[in-house]
């Protein structure tokens, strides 16, 4: 055994005879070579190790070689130090430091070495690597730099490789898909981020473009799923990423989140239609309330002017025309508020109070076999709105809920806060700005509806449950109520039941109702002299014939001209006009009569909706306005607010 060599004994100690000339060729070497003693310390360097780090031979001779490690780099090196010394070889990339106290990136090497006269040393050599960690540097910087760029951007950009797995996504698209990057790399799109129902097709057309079986669609649209499981539509513009050959290995693309964009056209195209649709029933209800005006004031006429005994045919069929003729109106009046051409008068109120109020009714107009519960919220929930109409609004969708429960059920009517967010206004698919609400909610216990009947579910149809019902035109009426006070709802439907949702702003501050107008003064001598004016003669005609049975003097006129020239030559104590007339509508005779200094007291009367008076005439809301069809009473009330009949 003590025949062997060191090498033999020990074969990772390389031997070397310095005296054999071995180690002046060290000086040919590029890299720094130290050779040290046991104790680290520096006993021959090459012309390399000189000149890397800035010590001559004579000056570094002697010293420990702890004199080219860094301060924070000590500890890593006492421990290879000693590993060394055991006998093993160590290579790792470091710092080291010249002598004027620059920090030198290197590859250091460290192995045992035994001289010829059997002295255990330690051979060093540093591979100088500033410049390939420069470009490593650099390269890095310009990766962040690029990713900087691709970050900032407001879509997300996606590179996929042939296959379809993801060799790059920014943060946008990490925000999109709710993951983080490194969730993202890696994967196969296709597989993890596509819908069951477009995955194949998707696939199939990635995979016909980057064969080149297809020419390059540079504009494309689909669904992708969120890490919530949410879906959203992305539209793509793509184009090829090739190699150095010109072949293509992959595809880029750039998507925007159309999702928000394609619901507010949605809804844009709805109002357009409902606009359209309101602008039409508008139409319709004017010439068709002027008829119901005819009918059910001739009929009245003949009630009041007639001899006619109580309960004789003849007065039963005149009460069946002006009790169909009511039922008409309410028609007509359901067209206007599905356009929104209703006249609301907005007031601030307690929707604890509405509910609560219209309980007792409800169980009334209801099936006995329909249970109503509610539960109303905590505080006052003031909201500003019409109140009748409101009231209108609650018991029509209690009446469309009565209907969807042929065998009985619940309706559960609930008001509540709310604070609504960008993500629950898109999910309801609302026409809102994120803020404080008063929620007011039914609920029924009926037969869920289809997504067909959800979809058309606010659109006039005979029935939102069953053909042949006449509650079909209630939720479009409630929907445009809703909407023309500034509201907006929504519905949905399942195995539980069908929930119609409501939304108004809630007030913050609690108003002080307005005080009312004074009553306006009864003038002239007994009766009064009235002048009615409208082109229509029939609806003149009865008006003057109703007028004239309640013991008033009537003039009548059938244009804004016409009765200019009777106020200029006769007295005139009330005004009762139409608002839109050929030549000189109702507004801008009452503007004319005010120039010449005769300001008359006035009933504006239309077969237009209320509120498309006020936006297409400028009639100011506050002034004293009559519906057409109305009653006797409601134009005798007006009439009796001005004129005193003795």
Same mark, same amino acid.
């Given at each position: ?9 020990? /074969? ?18 590029? !890299? ?17 190790? +000189? ?48 002598? !004027? ?14 001289? %010829? ?121 793509? +184009? ?29 195209? !709805?109002?357009? +239609? ?104 905590? @505080? ?29 059920? @619940? ?48 659109? /006039? ?7 042949? $019902? ?23 439907? %399942? ?25 306006? @003064?009864? @003038? ?66 009452? $503007?004319?009569?005010?120039?010449? %200094? ?23 809301? !506050? ?24």
């Amino acid at each position: 055994m003590t025949g062997r060599t060191p090498e033999e004994q020990n /074969p990772t100690v390389a031997r070397i005879d310095i005296e054999s000339g071995v180690l002046p060729l060290f000086d040919l070497l590029p !890299d720094a070579i130290a050779i040290l003693d046991s104790d680290a310390v520096i006993t021959r360097v090459n012309r390399s190790f +000189t000149e890397l780090f800035g010590y001559s031979a004579d000056e570094i001779r002697g010293r420990s070689i702890e004199i080219a490690v860094p301060d924070d780099l000590l500890e890593e090196y006492f421990s290879h130090k000693q590993n060394v010394l055991k006998g093993d070889r160590i290579g790792r990339e470091t710092l080291r430091v010249a002598r !004027d106290g620059t920090l030198i990136d290197v590859v250091v090497r460290g192995l045992p070495i035994e001289l %010829g006269d059997g002295t255990r040393m330690i051979l060093v050599i540093y591979t100088d690597i500033r410049k390939r960690k420069e470009a490593e540097r650099n390269l890095l910087e310009e990766r962040d730099r690029a990713q900087r760029y691709l970050d900032t951007a407001a879509v997300m950009l996606l590179a996929l490789d042939s296959d379809g797995m993801i060799t790059l996504i920014n943060k946008k698209g990490c925000e999109i898909l709710g993951c983080p990057e490194d969730e993202i790399l890696g994967k196969n799109w296709f597989s993890r981020f596509l819908p069951e129902e477009e995955k194949e097709q998707v696939k199939g057309f990635h995979k016909a473009m980057i064969s080149g079986e297809r020419e390059l669609v540079h504009h494309y649209n689909n669904k992708v799923i969120t890490s919530s499981g949410d879906e959203r539509r992305i539209s793509w513009h793509n +184009t090829y990423f090739r190699d150095e050959s010109g072949t293509i290995i992959g595809s880029l693309s750039s998507g925007e989140d159309i999702t928000e964009k394609e619901l507010l056209e949605k809804q844009l195209m !709805d109002a357009r +239609t409902i606009e359209s649709a309101g602008r039409l029933a508008g139409a319709v209800a004017h010439d068709f309330n002027n008829l119901l005006t005819v009918i059910s004031g001739t009929a009245e006429i003949l009630s009041l002017t007639g001899d006619l005994a109580e309960g004789s045919q003849v007065s039963d069929r005149l009460n069946r025309i002006k009790e169909a003729a009511g039922k008409a109106a309410v028609l007509i009046d359901k067209l206007t508020s599905y356009g929104r051409q209703q006249l609301l008068r907005a007031t601030i109120f307690d929707l604890n109070e509405t509910v609560a109020g219209l309980e007792k009714l409800l169980r009334q107009t209801l099936r006995e076999d329909v249970e109503i519960t509610s539960s109303l919220a905590d @505080t006052p929930a003031m909201i500003e709105v019409d109140p009748t109409h409101m009231e209108r609004v609650i018991l029509d969708l209690a009446i469309n809920a009565g209907e969807s429960m042929p065998s009985g059920g @619940t309706l559960t009517i609930s008001v509540d806060f709310i604070e609504l967010d960008r993500e629950r206004i898109t999910s309801e698919h609302l026409i809102l700005e994120p803020d404080r609400y008063v929620l007011l909610s039914l609920t029924d216990t009926g037969a869920p509806l289809s997504e067909e009947d959800l979809s058309l579910i606010f659109e /006039p149809r005979l029935s939102s449950r069953e053909v042949g $019902r006449t509650s079909g035109y209630i939720l479009p009426s409630v929907f445009g109520y809703v909407k023309q006070s500034g509201g907006d709802m929504s519905v949905s439907s %399942g195995p539980a039941g069908t929930t119609f949702r409501i939304y108004f702003i809630a007030q913050r501050v609690m108003v002080e109702p307005a005080a009312p107008d004074k009553e306006k @003064t009864a @003038t002239g001598t007994a009766g009064g002299t009235i002048l009615v004016v409208d082109d229509d003669p029939e609806i003149r005609d009865m008006i003057a014939t109703i007028l004239v049975a309640l013991g008033y003097q009537v003039l009548a006129a059938d244009n804004g001209q016409a009765a200019l020239e009777i106020i200029d030559s006769e007295p005139v104590h009330l005004l009762i006009t139409d608002t839109i007339m050929p030549g000189m509508g109702g507004v801008e005779l009452v $503007r004319q009569i005010a120039k010449q %200094g005769q300001p008359v007291n006035t009933i504006f009367v239309s077969g237009y909706p209320g509120q498309e008076i006020i936006e297409r005439e400028g009639l100011d809301p !506050d002034s004293v306005f009559l519906q057409k069809p109305f009653t006797v009473s409601a134009l005798t009330e007006l009439v009796q607010q001005f004129l005193q009949v003795t």
